[in-house]
């Protein structure tokens, strides 16, 4: 069994059991419940229901397991011959939740 679902218009394909990177989710605290409403698809085996846009009463639920940064990246840009160059360096927030069930 597996859904995919879209939170904050990223789409992802879940399963129950299973760890899921989101983008940070500042309102999450780690061991606490989070409830995904737009459910795009929801397959079972053989059975397939996808929505038009989201499926009527599907909720996929999971437990937050903590956050965390990813290694830096660095963005420089340079001009040649013109005196130019920025370096500017970026770290993106990521949110670990485990899959715990589609209803």
Known sequence: MYAVIKDRGKQYTVRPGEAVRLDRMSTAEPGSQIEFDNVLL???????????????????TATVLG????????VFK???RKKYRRKQGHRQLYTD??????A
């Open 78 to 80: 340079k001009k040649r």
């Open 67 to 74: 956050e965390w940064k990813a290694p830096k990246l660095i």
């Open 42 to 60: 929801v397959a079972d085996g053989d059975a397939v229901r996808v929505g038009q846009p989201t499926v009527d009463g599907a909720k996929v």
């Open 97 to 102: 939740v485990r899959i715990d069930g589609i």
